[in-house]
């Protein structure tokens, strides 16, 4: 695939911001005791769908995007620390935030495709459509524990229960 292919500059961009998503999910869950495992385990599985797409269609990894894309992470992480934001349930909700964002652009990303895959030959034969649902249930999935989060980290501390 040529160097500057939209679509390897596509999902190189993705890919990376997978990555990313990857670790702030388990990140999140290790912070939960485990309760999102199954959520981190598909979160993966979906990475693991484009970059099998990726290297189907020979789209070569940009080792730039992907150190940048990890970078950004860490600094996400550092951003959303306890330390920075004042308590560490708030930390978790801005997390939870910050992953349900990255679930959306990965839905928005397989909507793209599945539109691109009408005239674009090389993206025929992928379900586009199963992708964007199992992003569709991971987005309430992880709604219910961001909500529930959002009703203890935004609670005023000084008023009595």
């Given at each position: 695939m040529a160097e500057n292919d939209p679509l390897g500059t596509y999902l190189n961009d993705h890919l990376s911001g997978a990555n990313g998503g990857c670790e702030l999910a388990r990140h999140?869950?290790?912070v939960a005791g485990g309760a999102l495992d199954d959520l981190v385990a598909d979160i993966e599985a979906d990475r693991d769908t484009l970059a099998g797409l990726a290297e189907?269609?020979?789209v070569r990894r940009q080792g730039?995007?992907?150190v940048l894309g990890a970078f950004a992470e860490k600094l996400t992480q550092a951003r959303l620390s306890r330390s920075v934001v004042g308590s560490e349930g708030l930390a978790v909700l801005l997390e939870m935030e910050a992953l349900s964002m990255g679930?959306?652009?990965k839905r928005d990303l397989w909507e793209a495709l599945a539109e691109?895959?009408?005239t674009e030959p090389r993206l025929a034969g992928y379900d586009f459509g199963a992708l964007v649902a199992r992003a569709e249930d991971q987005q309430a999935r992880l709604a219910a524990h961001r909500l529930a989060a959002a009703g203890v980290a935004l609670s005023d501390p000084a008023r009595p229960a």
């Open positions: 999140i869950s290790s189907s269609l020979g730039v995007k992907q679930i959306r652009g691109a895959a009408s």
